[in-house]
């Protein structure tokens, strides 16, 4: 059974940072693109960061370009998403996917993801 586990959420204010993990069990993930979504109160999901697992490629949406980075542990089976000068317009809950297809430009071009997270909260207050 496929599980993909964030945590890392939580409160911050503007010009903070947060990092999100995204713990990967079930299967291996060697071959999966993982990506990273968030959807805000009133509006629909959005892309926000995409990686191949072993981080050699990676695209994020331009909102995000220069102040996010995605990442991944193999050994860990877990990726992450560093979240720097962070703003309220961030504030949205954040999921992680996983999509067997591998690549990330898929998930960039919003392909729907084989599997997702439960989802973590992010609070950027002003």
């Known amino acids: 059974q496929v599980q993909l586990v964030e945590s890392g959420g939580g409160l911050v204010q503007a010009g903070g940072s947060l990092r999100l993990s995204c713990a990967a069990s079930?299967?291996?993930?060697?071959?999966?693109?993982m990506g990273w979504f968030r959807q805000a109160p009133g509006k629909e999901r959005e892309f926000v960061a995409a990686?191949?697992?072993?981080?050699?490629?990676?695209y994020y949406a331009d909102s995000v370009k220069g102040r996010f980075t995605a990442s991944s542990d193999n050994a860990r089976n877990t990726v992450y998403l560093q979240m720097n000068s962070l703003k309220p317009e961030d504030t949205a809950v954040y999921y992680c996917?996983?999509?067997?297809?591998?690549?990330?430009?898929?998930?960039?071009?919003?392909?729907?993801?084989?599997?997702w997270g439960q989802g973590t909260q992010v609070t950027v207050s002003s």
């Open positions: 996917a996983a999509d067997r297809n591998g690549n990330p430009l898929r998930l960039a071009d919003q392909s729907e993801p084989d599997y």
């Open positions: 079930g299967r291996t993930f060697s071959n999966y693109a």
């Open positions: 990686i191949r697992w072993g981080g050699d490629s990676t």
